[in-house]
């Protein structure tokens, strides 16, 4: 799936240079969940976008299903993100004006799905995350749970490979964040899908395959927990997704919900396209490809030890940020604040 080889990301900040990933090498297999944890600012969200073509590394290979994305013309970076990579993020980036199936059918205008096509895929999505009820509700109507199941809706209505997930319950209360997880994991299984999981949270981080740490834009791994799935461990999702590539079909996940058995979430006649149509309010094609700002400051230059890797520190933010460089020093500036259109 994922091979990165020498990954790294500089960014300027003045007359200075702020390295935000420091030759990060990785490898994600097909159907693995990885959670990333590591304190603020070490480079956490910088990896999760160069995994989803949002930015371009420095230096080094981003491979995806055999392709380098950092080789790539941008419009082939945008094919590739609208058709194989869903995104999650911890303040859900939903459009206020718009509803909740809007807000969903948003990140289908990229494939050219026309507009029936996309209501009633939408309409699936939301019934399969248990807002069946909600279609009509614009996001300030909702919930933050609510919120964050509409933004999960909008990632996986295009049936993609890859789910990123950056700080997805780090506005949620204990219960909502539970159900939210559970949610996630739940249609990890089922669908076969690779998920790549940023967390500050280590309970969460451990119902993981693997566990990554960043610190001073290095990544390294904690040794698995007794009894923990292994990467290429065969699930039903893996083997309803390989089959359904194999016939042209599509994988659906029923949640409680009945969508019905002939509709899929991703017709096989769709092609993507890197136009977006115009006859959809302008604000769907933002949310149809959403960012976060980029987690960056300046980093000091030290080997990721073993012992630095243990569940006190991660489990501590405020021992996490006592790492920080002082951004009072001169010699430590934070890096600037990354969007992308």
Not at 127 to 132: D, R, T
């Amino acid at each position: 799936m994922y091979k990165l080889s020498g990954v790294t990301k500089n960014y300027q900040k003045g007359r200075s240079t702020v390295a935000a990933l420091r030759g990060v090498d990785l490898v994600i297999e097909d159907g693995e969940w990885l959670a990333v944890q590591g304190p603020t600012g070490h480079g956490k969200s910088t990896l999760l976008q160069i995994l989803g073509g949002l930015d371009r590394p420095s230096s080094g290979i981003v491979e995806f299903d055999g392709r380098d994305l950092a080789q790539l013309r941008e419009t082939e970076v945008t094919k590739v993100r609208a058709q194989s990579i869903g995104f999650v993020f911890q303040t859900f980036n939903l459009i206020p004006t718009l509803s909740a199936l809007e807000n969903v059918e948003a990140a289908l205008v990229p494939l050219r799905v026309g507009s029936a096509a996309r209501q009633q895929r939408a309409t699936m999505a939301l019934e399969v995350v248990g807002l069946g009820d909600r279609l009509r509700h614009a996001p300030g109507e909702l919930s933050g749970g609510q919120q964050q199941r509409v933004a999960i809706a909008r990632a996986l209505v295009k049936e993609p490979k890859v789910l990123l997930a950056d700080e997805p319950t780090g506005n949620l209360d204990e219960d909502t964040r539970d159900d939210i997880i559970g949610l996630l994991e739940t249609m990890w299984r089922e669908r076969g899908l690779t998920m790549v999981l940023v967390t500050h949270d280590s309970s969460i981080a451990r119902r993981a395959q693997r566990i990554g740490v960043m610190k001073n834009g290095r990544l390294g791994f904690k040794q698995p927990r007794p009894g923990q799935s292994r990467p290429g461990q065969s699930r039903p999702g893996q083997a309803a997704r390989v089959q359904a590539a194999r016939t042209g079909g599509s994988v659906i996940t029923d949640m409680g919900a009945a969508p019905s058995p002939a509709a899929g979430l991703m017709p096989t006649d769709v092609q993507p396209t890197d136009v977006h149509p115009t006859d959809v309010q302008a604000g769907l094609a933002r949310a149809a490809d959403p960012a976060d700002p980029a987690d960056l400051a300046a980093l000091e230059d030290s080997d990721l030890d073993d012992a630095e890797l243990e569940d006190a520190e991660l489990e501590d933010d405020a021992d996490l940020d006592s790492e920080l460089p002082d951004f009072d020093d001169p010699d430590s500036e934070p890096a600037d604040t990354i969007t992308f259109d």
